[in-house]
């Protein structure tokens, strides 16, 4: 069902974005064997003030959904430790001003883990 719901994220933000592709981001993703549509929207993030942002954020939602689907339930703590940590960087480079830099920071603040230790070793018993 994730899978959809990303496909359907990566036409929506398509259609209404303007985002030229980066050759290094679609050079990453060319060898997966996911839709056209998913791979170009992974290959073309929106700038730091684009309208297309909201559509984006929906597209990455799904793609960590999409994700955490296929990780198995002792290895997401590893998971959701590294991705917090990522967009918290991503909210500390974007800044706090910007509106990219409040979506990496409400993402990072409303993923679950918040209660797990800072230290990505750890894992549930």
């Keep these: 069902m994730s899978s959809r719901l990303l496909l359907f994220a990566a036409r929506r933000y398509l259609a209404e974005s303007g ?14 064997r996911l839709p056209g549509e998913i791979k170009a929207a992974f290959a073309a993030p ?22 955490l689907e296929m990780v198995s339930y002792g290895e997401r703590p590893l998971i959701l430790h590294e991705l917090r940590a990522g967009l918290k960087q991503a909210a500390d480079e974007a800044g706090s001003r910007t509106a990219l ?15 797990l230790p800072e230290t990505p070793e750890y894992l549930p018993v």
Excluded: M
């Design 46 to 67: 929106p700038g730091a003030e684009e309208p297309a942002i909201a559509r984006w954020g929906e597209f990455v939602d799904a793609a960590v959904a999409t994700e």
């Design 101 to 115: 830099g409040r979506w990496f920071q409400a993402r990072h603040d409303a993923l679950p883990g918040t209660d």
């Design 19 to 32: 985002a030229d592709a980066d050759p290094g981001r679609a050079q990453l993703i060319e060898p997966t």
